[in-house]
């Protein structure tokens, strides 16, 4: 079992940076793959980010060289660094995690976070 909760969305002008956070609610975060997902209004869920439990990382294109994805083992935290935000990067952004070693995988998912880019 995993629960999660988000944090650190917000407004912010382009060319901005917001940090999210998400801390996660168990014992087994040692084994957990750690994502984050966004959906903009009228578009489907997308993968932002992941990075492992041994803190291998991958991005979508669309984010590569201005978001940054770390973890934090002793704090079972994730955090998303988003620099140089662009209106395109509006949307509810979301954390999930799986555990690697289960079969078929079971996303567990957190509440959300609104951030929106505007001038």
């Known amino acids: 079992q995993v629960q999660l909760v988000e944090s650190g969305g917000g407004l912010v002008q382009p060319g901005g940076s917001l940090r999210l956070s998400c801390a996660a609610s168990?014992?087994?975060?040692?084994?957990?793959?750690m994502e984050w997902y966004r959906q903009a209004p009228g578009k489907e869920r997308e993968v932002v980010a992941t990075?492992?439990?041994?803190?291998?990382?991958a991005y979508a294109d669309s984010v590569k060289g201005r978001f940054t994805i770390s973890r934090d083992n002793s704090k079972s935290t994730v955090y998303l660094q988003m620099n140089s935000l662009k209106p395109d990067d509006t949307a509810v952004y979301y954390c999930?995690?799986?555990?690697?070693?289960?079969?078929?995988?079971?996303?567990?998912w957190g509440q959300g976070t609104q951030v929106t880019v505007s001038s």
């Open positions: 990075v492992t439990p041994g803190s291998s990382t």
């Open positions: 999930s995690a799986y555990d690697m070693r289960v079969a078929p995988r079971y996303n567990y």
């Open positions: 168990t014992g087994i975060f040692g084994f957990v793959v």
